[in-house]
């Protein structure tokens, strides 16, 4: 006997999960400007790759003679796909169902995506949209009574933190548990005038409910409490895209630099940028005037393979750039001073950013190159009200504790305990030095009049004396100085940066093998 029967009723079901939340839900979330969840996947995902899990899980409706009538289908959709031909799970939030809330198999459906991400080793992709698996106030009719919050399967979640790539991305208001899963991630994207996220959004917060006068006032008020300028400059969310395409590519081009999991190592590409490239633009990027800025972005692009460098996190804690690049094709993780922000002082952003980068590569085993022109740790009432100096440290920890290859370039000034948190000075230093490096435990010029003060009252013309000491010092303070007494290793020319970097990159991943 045939199961035709069976089948048949199967793809009904199927035909019916496809029909998400009905075609008026549907319509609405496209005349927001906003892609349903199915077409997401088949964005992001390579083509034809995703094949869904569960995907006729859901609630169904059945007449009086137990006869099915309709489904509503659970709120979210996951599967396994490739991205650049690599293994991924994919998931997404499915909107125009109750606005992404729990319903149905959604709790379930939610746990198995981790535990098969956890389990099989496989990166995971979240696409968030509502409250991302929460509650809603209607869910409490339903069951018949309140319950004691808690997260089901919230421990794979932090598993997997710990041992596969996780990406995350906001593409509509997320709150609650919707939020709390953008935050959970390895590297996060929001869609600007799309995504919106906050713990709680501003009709339960201010009390107004359905107050607002018009749905613009209820965008501009969504905006204000959890939108792109908030988050993606207070460190919550790491980058901030202008569409849903963009986005998709960032956690593509993301993923291309990572491993699939914690214990394999990232894969170098194909390079057709020479290794000896040398760019004469790096002769004079430095400007001898100590006061003067100057791009680092532009560094950045003479010294990396072409094209390859991949910013993280541009918005914030923006004294140091974040960044992952390629070197001869391997993959690396970059730090590097921004001078045209607070001089390129480390603040309490810029820590907490450098910190959470530098474990993300040492989890990852990707090598560091940092890129060092750092003044030391911003100085005064906001600096400490903000609590820099442990922000600080615990950056400079983090970098002692990474066992990945470091080295890094003194571009110019590296002063006190945060120009000391370049590298981890207990291990060998694989270090280069421009000709207009300037470094010691506090900046020179700050402190002469301190220093010197009795030579000074004695002179005769203090103005005088006070240059005749600063053009002594000049001359002490030469990194030639330094490089006598070896406390500098190599000085070099700038324009041999990008070849030495790539000698690093060769000799770094050739450890990173032997492991």
Same mark, same amino acid.
């Given at each position: 006997?045939?199961?035709?029967?069976?089948?048949?009723?199967?793809?009904?079901?199927?035909?019916?999960?496809?029909?998400?939340?009905?075609?008026?839900?549907?319509?609405?979330?496209?005349?927001?400007?906003?892609?349903?969840?199915?077409?997401?996947?088949?964005?992001?995902?390579d083509?034809?790759?995703?094949?869904?899990?569960?995907?006729?899980?859901?609630?169904?409706?059945?007449?009086?003679n137990?006869?099915?009538?309709?489904?509503?289908?659970?709120?979210?959709?996951?599967?396994?796909?490739?991205?650049?031909?690599?293994?991924?799970?994919?998931?997404?939030?499915?909107?125009?169902?109750?606005?992404?809330?729990?319903?149905?198999?959604?709790?379930?459906?939610?746990?198995?995506?981790?535990?098969?991400?956890?389990?099989?080793?496989?990166?995971?992709?979240?696409?968030?949209?509502?409250?991302?698996?929460?509650?809603?106030?209607?869910?409490?009719?339903?069951?018949?009574?309140?319950?004691?919050?808690? +997260?089901?399967?919230?421990?794979?979640? +932090?598993?997997?933190?710990?041992?596969v790539?996780?990406?995350?991305?906001?593409?509509?208001?997320?709150?609650?548990?919707?939020?709390?899963?953008?935050?959970?991630?390895?590297?996060?994207?929001?869609?600007?005038?799309?995504?919106?996220?906050?713990?709680?959004?501003?009709?339960?917060?201010?009390?107004?409910?359905?107050?607002?006068?018009?749905a613009?006032?209820?965008?501009?008020?969504?905006?204000?409490?959890?939108?792109?300028?908030?988050?993606?400059?207070?460190?919550?969310?790491?980058?901030?895209?202008?569409?849903?395409a963009?986005?998709?590519?960032?956690?593509r081009?993301?993923?291309?630099?990572?491993?699939?999991?914690?214990?394999?190592?990232?894969?170098?590409?194909?390079?057709?940028?020479?290794?000896?490239?040398?760019?004469?633009?790096?002769?004079d990027?430095?400007?001898?005037?100590?006061?003067?800025?100057?791009s680092?972005?532009?560094?950045?692009?003479?010294?990396?393979?072409?094209?390859?460098?991949?910013?993280?996190?541009?918005?914030?804690?923006?004294?140091?750039?974040t960044?992952?690049?390629?070197?001869?094709?391997?993959?690396?993780?970059?730090?590097?001073?921004?001078?045209?922000?607070?001089?390129?002082?480390?603040?309490?952003?810029?820590?907490?950013?450098?910190?959470?980068?530098?474990?993300?590569?040492?989890?990852?085993?990707?090598?560091?190159?940092?890129? +060092?022109?750092?003044?030391?740790?911003?100085?005064g009432?906001e600096?400490?009200?903000?609590?820099?100096?442990?922000?600080?440290?615990?950056?400079?920890?983090?970098?002692?504790?990474?066992?990945?290859?470091?080295?890094?370039?003194?571009?110019?000034?590296?002063?006190?305990?945060?120009?000391?948190?370049?590298?981890?000075?207990?291990?060998?230093?694989?270090?280069?030095?421009?000709p207009?490096?300037?470094?010691?435990?506090?900046?020179?010029?700050?402190?002469?009049?301190?220093?010197?003060?009795?030579?000074?009252?004695?002179?005769?013309?203090?103005?005088?004396?006070?240059?005749?000491?600063?053009?002594?010092?000049d001359?002490?303070?030469?990194?030639?100085?330094s490089?006598?007494?070896?406390?500098?290793?190599?000085?070099?020319?700038?324009?041999?940066?990008?070849?030495?970097?790539?000698?690093?990159?060769?000799?770094?991943?050739?450890?990173?093998?032997?492991?």
């Amino acid at each position: 006997m045939s199961w035709q029967k069976e089948l048949e009723e199967l793809r009904a079901r199927e035909a019916l999960a496809e029909e998400m939340g009905g075609s008026e839900k549907v319509a609405r979330q496209h005349s927001r400007g906003k892609m349903d969840a199915r077409a997401r996947l088949a964005a992001l995902c390579d083509p034809g790759s995703f094949r869904e899990i569960g995907k006729i899980a859901g609630k169904g409706h059945y007449d009086e003679n137990g006869d099915l009538t309709g489904v509503t289908p659970a709120p979210f959709l996951f599967g396994k796909a490739t991205v650049h031909g690599r293994p991924v799970v994919a998931t997404a939030d499915d909107f125009t169902i109750r606005g992404g809330a729990a319903d149905a198999g959604i709790k379930r459906k939610m746990v198995q995506a981790e535990q098969m991400a956890h389990e099989l080793k496989l990166p995971i992709i979240k696409m968030i949209d509502g409250t991302g698996g929460g509650g809603s106030v209607k869910t409490f009719e339903q069951i018949g009574a309140t319950y004691i919050p808690a +997260v089901p399967g919230w421990g794979d979640t +932090v598993k997997n933190l710990d041992t596969v790539p996780v990406v995350a991305l906001a593409l509509g208001p997320t709150a609650g548990l919707g939020a709390a899963r953008i935050v959970a991630s390895h590297y996060s994207i929001m869609v600007r005038g799309l995504s919106q996220l906050f713990a709680a959004g501003p009709a339960v917060v201010d009390g107004l409910g359905d107050a607002y006068k018009s749905a613009a006032d209820h965008q501009q008020a969504k905006e204000e409490l959890g939108g792109v300028d908030i988050h993606t400059r207070n460190g919550v969310v790491d980058d901030e895209v202008a569409s849903e395409a963009e986005a998709f590519a960032r956690a593509r081009h993301f993923l291309s630099f990572m491993p699939e999991h914690v214990g394999q190592l990232a894969r170098r590409a194909e390079c057709t940028d020479p290794v000896d490239r040398r760019e004469e633009a790096l002769l004079d990027l430095v400007p001898r005037e100590s006061n003067k800025v100057y791009s680092m972005r532009q560094c950045l692009a003479a010294v990396f393979d072409q094209q390859t460098v991949f910013e993280i996190g541009k918005n914030w804690g923006r004294a140091a750039i974040t960044a992952l690049a390629r070197l001869d094709g391997y993959p690396v993780a970059v730090i590097a001073s921004d001078p045209s922000y607070l001089g390129g002082s480390w603040e309490a952003k810029t820590s907490e950013k450098v910190e959470r980068f530098v474990k993300l590569a040492d989890q990852f085993r990707l090598p560091i190159v940092h890129l +060092v022109d750092n003044p030391g740790f911003m100085i005064g009432k906001e600096a400490e009200l903000a609590g820099t100096i442990r922000y600080g440290v615990q950056a400079m920890n983090a970098i002692y504790k990474a066992t990945v290859p470091l080295a890094s370039i003194v571009m110019r000034r590296a002063y006190g305990i945060a120009g000391s948190a370049m590298s981890n000075a207990d291990l060998y230093q694989y270090r280069f030095c421009w000709p207009s490096g300037d470094w010691g435990s506090l900046p020179i010029a700050g402190g002469l009049e301190v220093a010197y003060k009795s030579d000074l009252e004695a002179a005769d013309d203090p103005a005088a004396k006070l240059e005749e000491i600063r053009a002594r010092l000049d001359k002490v303070t030469s990194p030639f100085r330094s490089a006598e007494m070896f406390n500098v290793e190599d000085i070099i020319d700038p324009r041999d940066t990008r070849p030495l970097l790539c000698e690093f990159a060769e000799l770094a991943w050739r450890k990173l093998e032997s492991e």
